[in-house]
């Protein structure tokens, strides 16, 4: 009887063993990244990248221009270790028709390495100097709402750039789009419909989103931002074509109509891509990206003639960018070009006015100004911006990138001279990038 007893205990025993072997190898399946990106029920992953760098500051612009530049007002021959952007993401498949979003970021405090309070409001360092982690995205995607489109709601990717154009530019860990420069937000908190036309082939698709226009930060107006954007492939994918447009009330009194309206065409080439899309990182890539700003009543002018009272008249600024890269020796070399011409402003009259002030924040920066105050600001000079460099990959995720950092500026105002009509930044970097968990 004792023996039939222990025999039986054994064999319950054995049971709960084999169950929790079983139960653990269920979970272990169900979240693996083959079952998470096969859409399976309760599956989820753990993902992230990271960027540095070594920089060295081998010329600084003698007026401090550049706003929110990476490099602005760091002195000549200053060299840092630096972390400029670290992400820790979680996704989760809830069903196969609805997934979850959670992305974490600490990311550069603008400009580099200037020490809080003066510059910690526009970055992510605490009181303390140290950099934190923020939430950038939390959302939930509802999939194939209707055929080959998926509704998401929450704070999520926008659809000005970080959906396509720069996925294609490939190298955000050398610098932002033209766009993201400028600010124009990369993620929102709102309502969005992301789809294609043809779910088919997925050659033609759209996104159309609207937010709150502040990013990770709380509502603090009655305004909402308008995104759209469309864009089709041709040529087996290796060409693509995207417009994008977005607007935006700042303020609207009966005595100021102040709003943006953005205006934004991308073509690129990829010579890698296939039937599933286009494929940056290897292969041979080029494109083209402008855009149009128009700032209604956004920029304050003071005529010459007298009574010289300021007053507020439209405003349009323009960029354009080029770039190019693509592999040297395939799949552990390549290299990267590129080159942006800004312009803040096409309305400059300096035969009619003497003074000029941007409103919307990112299109003003004011750095500087009669007898070095900020008494008579300049808001009109344009940029040009060249970055070149090697990428060279060890391991699949992992890149150490050489590259040369460079922003020219050039003020519009009238007898202007020396420094203040022409000046530049020049960095040297080694940049570092890995990505895991994808």
């Known amino acids: 009887m004792k023996t039939k007893k222990i025999l039986r205990q054994i064999s319950i025993l054995a049971l709960v063993l084999l169950g929790a072997v079983t139960s653990v190898k269920a979970q272990y399946l169900l979240n693996s990244d083959s079952a998470f990106k096969a859409g399976a029920a309760n599956s989820g992953r753990i993902w992230g990248y990271a960027f540095s760098d070594y920089y060295f500051k081998g010329h600084s612009d003698s007026l401090g221009r550049g706003g929110s530049n990476q490099?602005?007002?760091i002195p000549k021959n200053r060299s840092a270790f630096q972390s400029r952007r670290i992400y820790l993401g979680y996704d989760y498949n809830i069903t196969t028709k609805f997934s979850a979003e959670l992305l974490l970021a600490a990311e550069d405090n603008f400009p580099a390495g200037e020490p809080a309070p003066t510059s910690s409001t526009s970055g992510d360092e605490l009181l303390n100097n140290?950099?934190?982690?923020?939430?950038?995205?939390?959302?939930?995607r509802w999939k194939n709402v209707w055929k080959g489109t998926d509704l998401v709601v929450g704070q999520v990717a926008t659809p000005s750039f970080p959906l396509?154009?720069?996925?294609?530019?490939?190298?955000?860990?050398?610098?932002?789009?033209?766009?993201?420069?400028?600010?124009?937000?990369?993620?929102?908190?709102g309502i969005t419909l992301q789809g294609v036309f043809d779910p088919a082939t997925k050659n033609f698709g759209y996104d159309v989103m609207v937010g709150n226009g502040s990013s990770a930060k709380p509502e603090a107006d009655n305004f909402k931002w308008f995104y759209g954007d469309v864009y089709g492939y041709f040529l087996n994918k290796k060409l693509v074509v995207d417009l994008y447009a977005d607007y935006e009330r700042l303020h609207w009194?009966?005595?100021?109509?102040?709003s943006r309206q953005m205006l934004k065409g991308f073509i690129a080439y990829n010579s890698a891509a296939n039937a599933k899309g286009m494929n940056p990182g290897t292969g041979f890539t080029i494109g083209v990206e402008g855009f149009v700003n128009n700032l209604k009543q956004d920029l304050t002018v003071t005529p010459i003639a007298a009574p010289s009272t300021p007053t507020n008249i439209d405003n349009v600024a323009n960029g354009i960018s080029f770039y190019v890269h693509g592999d040297i020796v395939k799949t552990?070399?390549?290299?990267?070009?590129?080159?942006?011409?800004?312009?803040?402003?096409?309305k400059i009259n300096n035969n009619v006015y003497s003074k000029y002030i941007a409103n919307t924040g990112n299109y003003n920066d004011g750095s500087f100004g009669a007898a070095g105050s900020n008494s008579n600001p300049d808001d009109t000079y344009k940029q040009e911006f060249l970055t070149l460099g090697l990428d060279f990959t060890p391991a699949k995720?992992?890149?150490?990138?050489?590259?040369i950092w460079y922003n020219h500026y050039a003020s519009q105002l009238a007898n202007v001279t020396g420094a203040a009509k022409g000046d530049y930044d020049m960095v040297y970097r080694m940049t570092f990038y890995y990505v895991f968990g994808k």
């Open 164 to 189: 396509l154009t720069e996925k294609v530019w490939n190298y955000r860990s050398i610098e932002r789009t033209i766009t993201d420069i400028r600010r124009t937000p990369s993620y929102d908190m």
């Open 253 to 258: 009194t009966p005595t100021w109509h102040n």
């Open 332 to 346: 552990k070399l390549r290299f990267f070009a590129r080159y942006d011409m800004y312009n803040p402003t096409t």
């Open 71 to 73: 490099y602005t007002g």
């Open 397 to 403: 995720n992992v890149h150490i990138m050489p590259n």
């Open 130 to 140: 140290k950099l934190s982690f923020y939430i950038k995205l939390a959302n939930i």
